[in-house]
């Protein structure tokens, strides 16, 4: 008896090793996050085929092949469209109460013509399937599938209706101020923002979309600032936005407040973040 304890001990001591699909997906997963989309496809493939029922493997695969083909012409989003589609789709049926896999899906479906596996009532389905695992989120969806139909009313009220049945999610609000900015709602997107820093005044997301909001509606100058400033400050959650969005839109902010220097210090320290950020090069050619 002393024997198998202390074999058991043993065992328990022995570091877990990660299998090689795991370890596929992991390194998929820091490319994607990095922003190098072909080579998180190659280690995705790898995961998938060496664990074909990881149902997160399939879905960063479809978001892999989703990055490249939102960077690539015509022909590049044909060739993708179908793969983003059927990995999705995998993710989904593989773990089917998994809202995040049916957000991603009714998302292409409703971006996608019907040539490529897109449309209407696919999006519409996905959102009845949402909003019976989780209602707030179903209300996002159906607002996401308003929105691209261009019925603006319908959009806000389902995306205010979400916002009120789960007012501590800062991601609701967020998503709801996203389209307040798109109507030029400026008031109430202002409203919005301040009462979610004042619950949470560490949500980096909400300081972003904050002077976001002051440079779309070229207003409140000071607080747009402050609070690009304390985005920049703050550790960068996932899906924040990156630094050089932010230090290009508080460039954008200087010159509307005339102060030409410092617009160009932000636009130039967007390309540190990253050389390859388009808006600065030509928001500093602009100027000169």
Partial sequence: ME???ALLLALALVPAVASPAADSRAQGEAALRAGRAEEAAGHLERAVARAPNDAEAHYLLA???GAQAGAGGMITKMRLAGKVRDHFERAAALAPEEVRYREALLEFYVQAPSAMGGGADKARAQAAEIAKRDRARGLLA???IAQHEGDAGAALANYRQAAAE???DARIALRLVIYLQEQKRWPEAFERLDALLARD???GAAWYQLGRTA???N?????GERA???FLSLPRAEGDPPPEAAHWRLGMLYEQMGRKAEAKAEYQRALQANPEHKESKAALRKLG
Avoid: M
Avoid at 219 to 223: E, F, K, L
């Fill in 219 to 223: 207003t409140r100058h000071a607080d």
């Fill in 3 to 5: 024997s198998v304890r």
């Fill in 63 to 65: 978001q892999s092949y």
């Fill in 201 to 203: 005044p560490a949500a």
């Fill in 215 to 217: 440079v779309l509606a």
């Fill in 142 to 144: 159906a607002g996401r």
């Fill in 228 to 230: 690009f400033r304390r």
């Fill in 166 to 168: 789960r007012p501590e």
